[in-house]
C-alpha cells in the first residue's frame, strides 16, 4: 500500500488546472510530487507523533479489562461508553479533575515524545518526509476524536448528563447551590437544549469518520469543546480535562488546512488544498478497511444510540433507575415533630426539627435541618448501578440538605433508609473526597435490614429492557462496599392519596421520632418538561 500525496504547489493537481496557468491534467493514478520536508518540519512530525499516539491509545489495565470482559450479547450503554471515553493515564494525581493537575499526563507524554522524537531523529537520517506515517497519524487522531465525542454527545441527545432537576434541589435556595450546580441545572431545565448541543457533537465526530468531511468536523468539535472546556474552567465544571482533550485533537486536524484557508480566505489566491489518499493494491486491505469503518459505524453510532436510547428511558444514569412509593410522592410541611416523645415546634432556627420533605418519584427521601452538613462537590457523575450511589440530586447542594436513599417494605409499610453521603466522606470534607478512602480501610457495617422485610432485588427491580451482564455484576459488587453510612428505620402510614403521612421509628442517632407530613401543592414557575428521563 502506498499513500498518493496531491500537492497544490505542483502545477498540475489531478484534474484540476489552476487559471492562467496551461498544462496537461495529471492522471488520476499519477501521484503526484512528495516534496521534502524541513529538518524542523521532521523532527516537529516525530516529536508529534508519538505524543499523540500516546494520546490515543489507552495503556490502564481497567480499560482493556472492560473490552476484554463485557458481555456483547447483554450490553450496557456505559460498556461502549467506556470504551469510548479514556483519555492518558501515565501518571495520575489524586483527583486531578478539578485542577491544573489533570494536564500533567499531557507534560508527561510530550516529555516522553520529545525524547522519542530526538533519539528517532538520531537513528533516522534517510527519510525525508512523512506523508504516509502523516496521513496514517491523522487517521488514528481522527478516529479517537470521533468515537470519543459520540460517547459525549449522546449522553446529550437522550439529555442524562444534565438531569432535570428533582423536587429537592427545586426547593433548595438558590444561595445554597455552588456554580457548577447552578450551570449543570441550567442547562438540564431545558433539555431540548441540551439535545442541540448532543446534535453538535455527534455531527462533528460523525464528519471525522470521513475523510472529505474531516475539516468541517474539526472545526466543529473545535467550537463546541472549546466552548465547553472555557464553561467548565468558568463553573468550575470538572471536566475541563476531558473536553479540552478533543479540542487538542480538532487543532491538530486543523493544521493541515491552516495554509490553504489562509491563502484562501485572507490571500484570495486559487487554493487547491493538499489531500492525502490511501492507494490500497490488495485486496484483502481493501476488505479490510470496509470491515473495519462499517464496524466503527455500527457499533459507536446504531449500537450505542440504541443503548442510550435504553438508558434514558429505562435507567438514566445520574438518576436513581427505580421507582419510589407512588403513594408517598411530592413535597410535605412537618406539621408535627416529636423527639424521644417530645414535643418539638417549628422554629427556622432549630437544627433538629425537619423542614421541607420531599418524597421524590424514585426511592430518594430529602429533608432540610438548620445545621451545616459537608458539601459534595463532585459532578454525580461515574457509572453506579445501585440507585443509592447515583448522587446527582445531592451534589452541589449546601444549606443543611440531607438526602436518604430507602429500601420500602410496602407489605408491612417500613422504610429502610440510608444517607447518600457516607460517613467518612463527611470527615473528610475535601473536594473529590468520596473517592479518597478505599473500601477496605473501614469495618464493613452490619446489615440493619432484617432477612425478612419484603425488599425488592435491586438487580431486577428495573424495566427488563434495560437489564444488562454489567447491572447483574454491578449491584453485587456494590453491595460489597463497606463505607459507612447513618440509616433510619421508619414506619409510615397513609391516607389513600398519600396527602398525609405519620412516620414513626428511629432516626439516625437512634431517638425515637414521631412525624407527621402533609402534602403541600406548591406550583414552580418552571415548566415541565415533557423530555424527562426514567420511567416511574
Not at 58 to 72: D, R, Y
Not at 109 to 138: E, F, M, S
Not at 275 to 283: D, H, S, Y
Not at 490 to 512: C, F, M, P, Q, R
Request: hydrophobic share 40%; with cysteine.
Amino acid at each position: 500500500m502506498a499513500t498518493t500525496v496531491i500537492n497544490p504547489e505542483a502545477e498540475q493537481v489531478g484534474n484540476a488546472v489552476p487559471e492562467g496557468r496551461p498544462g496537461k491534467p495529471a492522471s488520476a493514478t499519477e501521484p503526484a510530487v512528495k516534496k521534502e520536508w524541513t529538518a524542523t518540519q521532521r523532527v516537529a512530525f516525530r516529536i508529534a507523533f508519538i505524543f499523540f499516539i500516546i494520546m490515543c491509545i489507552p495503556v490502564t489495565g481497567e480499560w482493556w479489562n472492560n473490552l476484554v470482559t463485557i458481555n456483547w450479547f447483554h450490553l450496557h450503554y456505559r460498556d461502549l461508553y467506556d470504551i469510548a471515553r479514556f483519555s492518558p493515564s501515565i501518571y495520575k494525581f489524586q483527583n486531578p479533575a478539578y485542577n491544573l493537575l489533570g494536564y500533567v499526563d499531557w507534560v508527561e507524554a510530550l516529555a516522553i515524545g520529545i525524547v522519542g522524537g530526538l533519539i528517532w531523529t538520531a537513528l533516522d537520517n534517510k527519510n525525508k518526509q512523512y506523508h504516509n506515517l502523516y496521513y496514517w497519524l491523522r487517521v488514528v487522531v481522527r478516529y479517537r476524536a470521533g468515537i470519543g465525542i459520540i460517547g459525549f454527545g449522546f449522553t446529550k441527545l437522550f439529555p442524562v448528563q444534565m438531569p432535570y432537576p428533582s423536587l429537592g434541589v427545586l426547593n433548595a435556595h438558590f444561595g445554597d447551590l455552588t456554580a457548577q450546580k447552578i450551570y449543570w441545572l441550567s442547562v438540564g431545565i431545558v433539555p431540548w437544549y441540551q439535545v442541540f448541543a448532543g446534535v453538535v457533537e455527534l455531527a462533528a465526530g460523525t464528519m471525522l469518520f470521513f475523510r472529505k468531511t474531516t475539516t468541517f468536523g474539526a472545526i466543529l468539535l473545535l467550537g463546541a469543546l472549546g466552548d465547553i472546556t472555557y464553561v467548565n474552567f468558568a463553573y468550575d465544571g470538572g471536566v475541563h480535562v476531558y473536553a479540552s482533550y478533543f479540542v487538542l485533537f480538532s487543532a491538530f486536524l486543523l493544521w493541515y488546512d491552516a495554509v490553504p484557508v489562509y491563502n484562501l480566505i485572507v490571500k484570495e489566491r486559487f487554493t487547491v488544498p493538499p489531500v492525502l489518499i490511501p492507494v490500497f493494491t490488495q485486496k484483502w486491505l481493501k476488505t479490510t478497511r470496509i470491515v473495519l469503518k462499517t464496524a466503527t459505524v455500527g457499533i459507536f453510532l446504531v449500537w450505542l444510540f440504541y443503548l442510550q436510547y435504553v438508558n434514558f428511558k429505562y435507567d438514566p444514569y445520574k438518576q436513581p433507575g427505580t421507582s419510589g412509593v407512588k403513594q408517598l410522592r411530592g413535597n410535605y410541611n412537618v406539621s408535627e415533630f416529636k423527639l424521644n416523645g417530645q414535643d418539638i415546634p417549628y422554629s427556622p432556627l432549630d437544627s433538629v426539627r425537619w423542614q421541607g420533605v420531599t418524597f421524590e418519584k424514585w426511592s430518594s427521601l430529602t429533608f432540610n435541618v438548620n445545621k451545616p452538613l459537608n458539601l459534595d462537590l463532585s459532578n454525580g457523575g461515574g457509572s453506579p448501578m445501585r440507585d443509592i450511589n447515583r448522587n446527582f440530586e445531592l451534589t452541589g447542594v449546601a444549606g443543611g440538605k440531607r438526602v436518604f436513599y430507602y429500601d420500602a417494605d410496602t407489605v408491612n409499610k417500613v422504610l429502610y433508609l440510608q444517607d447518600k453521603l457516607p460517613e467518612f466522606t463527611k470527615r473528610k470534607g475535601k473536594r473529590g473526597s468520596r473517592g479518597g478512602d478505599k473500601a477496605g480501610d473501614n469495618k464493613p457495617a452490619k446489615s440493619f435490614i432484617p432477612a425478612e422485610a419484603n425488599i425488592r432485588n435491586e438487580v431486577t427491580a428495573i424495566d427488563p429492557a434495560a437489564q444488562s451482564t454489567r447491572r447483574e455484576r454491578g449491584v453485587p459488587q456494590e453491595l460489597k462496599d463497606k463505607r459507612k453510612r447513618a440509616h433510619m428505620v421508619l414506619n409510615y402510614t397513609a391516607d389513600a392519596n398519600g396527602s398525609h403521612i405519620v412516620l414513626t421509628g428511629k432516626d439516625d442517632k437512634k431517638n425515637d421520632v414521631y412525624i407527621v407530613l402533609d402534602r403541600v401543592n406548591r406550583e414552580y414557575a418552571l415548566t415541565d418538561s415533557k423530555l424527562v428521563a426514567g420511567k416511574y
